[in-house]
Every structure is written in structure tokens, then in C-alpha cells.
């Protein structure tokens, strides 16, 4: 709101000055503006900024933290903000320590489990995203996986573990399996509903040009779909994020998951809720980058 | 020069929707000579875009025979090329990359790349757009687009070029503009055209024949008017020719008074 009479008092000495050359004027104007007034702009279009962006978060995350520290009051088993925050700093000063297998930093089981994420989540994009453009391609294939899939894709993820310990009888690939299955869906879906959202106009381009079936793919298909695919990998990449720490608890290993149970099992409160927070920002990191990436094909 | 270079013979097209079928043209007769310039007009809804898609191979017909160079048409096929209604670029292919696609499709099994790269830009620099060819299609005006869609169908050299009222979202000065363009590009390249339009004056200056469609369903061809007027022609001195007001007095006539759109 302060911008604009501030634009508006730099513009009126401007054409006020002279009348009779005003192309000539603005450039030597610009040239002697005191250099003060300029900082003040910048300085009250930051402080707008302030009022609109800042505040308001800041004040919903005092909000929650008050409410915390209400309910630590009164419940003595849960750590209160403060306490958490000292044992965060302890925990984060020495991230990578490697005592065996069962006490490793905070840092190696965050990227244990964003190694599962990835494999699982790396999987499900090469086998789902090729599944999601045939099946939006080939309206028989679409009809033919309809059924499975929409039995499949509401079945909670963790329900798919037995099968996985049973097929790969140990516990990595069975974390994995679970992260695959359920963050495939969101992906071939999407993909498969941009392809029969491509404007006809833009096929009826292809089959006027006569293109082959690869250029139609390269040229038409797979531009016009990326923006739904983008959307399809972010829903997986948050599905499979939301899945690793209960995956993780069962089968067990280095990983944040894991970590979670172990420290539930040493009564360690501060740590359970220091992992609630890692693994809501990695959560949030993640979704910040793949949003900035799908930005950058957006037509 | 008087090949009989399209034929329609009884053509029609039937849509089947949910509430039944719908009988959008019948009974099309038409035959379209070599280089020759042929309008489509008629009120909107009548059929006109359908007739087209038919030509275009886009849609099927429903019965009757269509041929185009003696052989039937089957499918669409680089013979011939459409100009859009909605220009239809690529947004994320440049104007050169637009046209580039089809330069590459028609001449890709048996010339060069460099040889392609300067059919592009020269079909580019045909229709004025040699300096915006690298913009996206968001980058340049509604005139440009409707360019760069006619530069992509002329860049396959077809025999025949099918408009779907190629002018018809711009404002009446650059309609002015690409007319005077087209018909010069339509000269030079001689080949056989077939537009769509929905503009009286459009039609008169730039046809040799103007086929006026009755209203739908079931529309069919009420009238066929020659366009005697000599090229090349000249918009401002027609403008006070006395055989262009009569010719465009008739097809008015057939629009607003025999086959008049009343309003639902
Ligand atoms: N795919 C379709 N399914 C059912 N009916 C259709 C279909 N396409 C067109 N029609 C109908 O056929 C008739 C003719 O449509 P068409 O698009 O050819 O009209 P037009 O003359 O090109 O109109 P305009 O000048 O507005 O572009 C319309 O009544 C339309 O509702
Ligand atoms: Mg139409």
C-alpha cells in the first residue's frame, strides 16, 4: 500500500519540471535523486513486506509454541519447547557419529531414510510415469488397468510389507517395496489424465503434420503432460516421505523411522519430537524444491 | 488449370451424441478446381468447420464420396494444409520450432538439416515473421500467431490449403493486412484453397467461387456465387467497383434474407 504514492511523488517533478522537453527530463531527474529518499522506499516497502509476509507466520508459530509449553505444564512426561531446543542443539553439534549399527548421528538416518525414499520413489517414477502415458495413450490399456488400479491404490501402504518381507525375505528391499507401491499411484495417474487433457487442437496438429508416433511423444505428448507429471511426482514424493517413518519403525535399521522407535524405547521424549520437526521440514524442503522445479515448465 | 482437383460427391456427416444422432451436413456437392480459391460462408453452427474437417481428413464422413487428386480421402496427409481456427501452436516450441516440425516431417527423409533450417526461415520470412522467429508463441500478437500457423502450412508445400477461418479472432486492420498477404502468398505458390469464413467482404475479395451454406441441421450448399472480379485485386479500388457491391449485396442477401439466423 505504500508503494504507490511513493511511485507517484517521483513521477509528478518530473513532468511539472518541464513541460516542453519532458523526454529529456527523466534522466538527469533520475541522476540527482537524493539517494536518502530512494533507502526510505526500500526501507517502507520492506517493512510492508514485513507486515505481509512475516508477521503472520510468526505469530501462528508463537501461538503453537505457547500451546506447547502450556500442555508441557501440565503433562510432565512432555518436554516443553525449551528443553526440546537444548537437546536439539546437542543432537545437531555432532551429526555423523557412527557407533554401530544401532547408534548412529541424527545425520546418517536422515540419509538412510532419503536413500529409501529415493530408490522407491526412483522406482515407482521409471515404471509409473511410461505406465501413466500408455495408459492415457491407449484408451484399451486404460480400461484394462482401471479395475486393478482403483482396488490397489486405496490399500494403506503398510499393508504391502508382509508381502515385501515375504518376496525379498529382508528388511531393506521390503522398506523400499512399500515406498514404491504406494508413491506409484499419484504418478501414473496424473500422467495418465494429462495425456487425455492434451487439447485436441494440438493432435489434430500431429495428425494433420502426419508426425510419428516417437515425435508425437517428444514433441506434443510429453510437454503437454509435464506439468501433470510434476504434479504426480510431488504427490509421490510426499506420499513416499509420509510412509518412510512408519516403514521404517517396522522393519527396522538406520533411519529416521527407526530412530523414532528406538527412542521411544529409551524413553527419550526431547528426540521424538525433534524427529516430528526434521522430518516435517525435510517434508517441507522437498515439496519447495519439486514446486520450484515444475515452476520452470510451466508454459 | 481446370482439373477438377477436390471432389465432393453426396457427402454428409452425422454425429452421434448422447441425444441421439445429429445430421450436421448432407448432401454436399462440390468440386474445387486446381488453384482455384473457394470460400465456405454461412452462419455459425451451419456446418462449416465440419466440412472442412472432412476435406482435412481430420473426421470421417458418413457417406458420400470425397477425393482429392483423384485419390479418396482417407486421412489427413501432407497434401494438404489447415490453418486453425485457434492458430494451435506449440507454447513451448518457438515459431521456428512450430514451423520447423513440419518443414522436418515433408522434406526430413531427403534433404539436409541446414537445407531444412533455410526453408523454415525463408517460409518464416515469407509471412513477415523473420525477425520474432525465435519468440514463443506468448511472446507475439494474435497476428503473428495466425502467421506463423499459415507459415507452418505453406512450409509443407501443399497442393491444397484448407482455412478454418484463419482471420478470424484479429481486428479488422491486421485482417486487412494478412488478406492482402494471403492472396499474394496464395499467387506466388498457386495452390488450391479452401476457407472457411464468416466474413461477407472476406469472402468476395479474396474467392473465385463463394459457397453459402444454409443453416443447420441438416445443412447443404443453398448457392454457389462466381467471383469474376480480375486479379490481382485491389481492395480500395474495389471498394467502389459496382460489380463487387452487387456481389457482395448477394451473398448478404442469401445470409440475412433467404436463410436468415433467427435468434433462439
Ligand atoms: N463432435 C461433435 N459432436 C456433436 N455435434 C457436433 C460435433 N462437432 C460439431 N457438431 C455440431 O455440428 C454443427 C456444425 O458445427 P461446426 O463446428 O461445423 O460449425 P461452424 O459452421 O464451423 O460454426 P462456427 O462458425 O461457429 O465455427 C453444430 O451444430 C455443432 O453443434
Ligand atoms: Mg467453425
Known sequence: ?299 | MHKKFIQLENVERVFVTRQGTYTAITDINLAIQQGEFVSIIGHSGCGKSTLLNLVAGLTPASGGIMLCNGREITGPGPDRGVVFQNHSLLPWLTCFGNVYLAVERVFGRTEKKSRLRERTEQVLDLVGLKEAQHKYPHEISGGMKQRVGTARALSMQPKVLLLDEPFGALDALTRALLQDELMRIVAASGCTVMMVTHDVDEAVLLSDRVVMMTNGPAATIGQVLQIALPRPRNRLALAEDARYASLRSEVLKFLYQRHAKHAA
Do not use: C
Open chain 1, 1 to 299: 500500500m505504500n508503494v504507490a504514492p511513493m511511485t507517484k511523488k517521483d513521477v509528478i517533478p518530473i513532468s511539472r519540471n518541464d513541460a516542453a522537453s519532458p523526454m529529456q527530463q527523466p534522466a538527469p531527474n533520475v541522476a540527482q535523486r537524493p539517494a536518502a529518499r530512494k533507502w526510505t522506499a526500500s526501507l517502507y516497502g520492506g517493512m510492508d513486506a514485513l507486515t505481509q509476509w512475516a508477521i503472520p507466520p510468526l505469530l501462528g508459530l508463537i501461538v503453537f509454541l505457547l500451546g506447547w509449553s502450556l500442555l508441557a505444564e501440565y503433562s510432565p512426561q512432555l518436554p516443553g519447547p525449551v528443553k526440546t531446543w537444548h537437546s536439539a542443539v546437542e543432537l545437531f553439534s555432532d551429526p555423523f557419529y557412527d557407533n554401530g549399527p544401532n547408534d548412529q548421528g541424527i545425520g546418517w538416518n536422515i540419509l538412510h531414510s532419503l536413500e529409501r525414499v529415493g530408490m522407491g520413489f526412483g522406482l515407482a517414477a521409471l515404471i509409473g510415469i511410461p505406465l501413466g502415458f500408455m495408459i492415457g495413450r491407449f484408451s484399451f490399456l486404460n480400461k484394462m488397468t482401471a479395475p486393478i488400479i482403483s482396488l490397489l491404490r486405496p490399500v494403506s501402504p503398510l499393508a504391502w510389507l508382509p508381502i515385501g518381507l515375504l518376496v525379498f525375505k529382508e528388511a531393506q528391499p521390503a522398506a523400499i517395496w512399500v515406498i514404491f507401491i504406494s508413491s506409484i499411484w499419484p504418478m501414473v495417474i496424473n500422467t495418465a489424465v494429462g495425456v487425455t487433457k492434451v487439447p485436441v487442437d494440438y493432435l489434430n496438429v500431429a495428425r494433420v503434420l502426419n508426425l510419428s508416433e516417437f515425435r508425437i511423444f517428444s514433441k506434443i505428448l510429453f510437454p503437454a503432460v509435464l506439468p501433470y507429471m510434476m504434479t504426480g511426482v510431488r504427490l509421490s514424493v510426499g506420499v513416499a516421505w509420509l510412509v518412510i517413518v512408519a516403514a521404517e519403525m517396522l522393519t527396522g535399521g538406520v533411519g529416521i523411522g527407526f530412530w523414532v522407535w528406538d527412542e521411544w524405547n529409551n524413553l527419550n521424549v526431547e528426540h521424538i519430537i525433534i524427529a516430528i520437526f526434521v522430518v516435517g521440514i525435510i517434508g517441507l524442503l522437498l515439496e519447495q524444491a519439486l514446486l520450484m522445479l515444475a515452476r520452470r515448465f510451466e508454459y
